[in-house]
């Protein structure tokens, strides 16, 4: 997908109707989306390899450091507590570029109940935006690699670190998807897989259901209105109910 497609996919359009109930589901990483977690953890120990790093991160290290989002930032930080001296933002880029590539590779599947979420959103006329603070190039990868589940034009918006100063858990990518689509925080409802997702959503005023992935399973989502392995739309039409 090109760069100006994805730039048309941020204009917002009017809905069906307006239902008080649940007007806006924002999907929040790419990880509410699909599980690409052991994807990602694969293509930074091929960039380590690649920078001459004798890093190897394994699966349960890596569920330790996804407690903090931001991938290069997380490389900066283990490379202090190796007390080494990196190009974080160069190992990162190619992290970046590995796992793009391995998304072209792989038959990407949409987590459960996504697809069915999406539909009954989109048949009751309510928004939907997805609200991440990755790379355009990872979102359109994505969007890619999952284009015959779902049509990227089913969302009304759709965010990546472009579009926003401070990357989760700081509230911008959420205060920015409510005043582009007109919404304010109890008509609208979060879904996120990370524990920095979650707080970006509650500082921005949301409710928010955890839906973690294979690796951020074991995280403590505390403050979560619910914690799900597989999203059901009912589920979130009763919590806004409750929280409006």
Known sequence: MTSKRLSHLLQFATP??????????FFGSIGTIADTSELQRQAFNQAFALHNLDWNWSREEYMTLLEKSGGSQRVEDYAKSMGQSVDAKAIHRSKSEIFQESLHRERLEPRLGVVEVIQQAKQKGLKLAWVTTTS?????SIIGALHRDIDASVFDLVLSSSEVKNSKPAQ???DFALKELAQTPNDCIAIEN?????????????ACVAFPDANTVHHNFEGANLLVSHLDFEQLQEILQNNS
């Open 16 to 25: 069906i109707y307006r239902e008080k109930k649940m007007p806006a589901i």
């Open 136 to 140: 355009k190039q990872n979102v359109e």
């Open 172 to 174: 911008d990518a959420y």
């Open 194 to 206: 990370n524990l920095d997702g979650l707080k970006a959503a509650k500082a921005a005023g949301l």
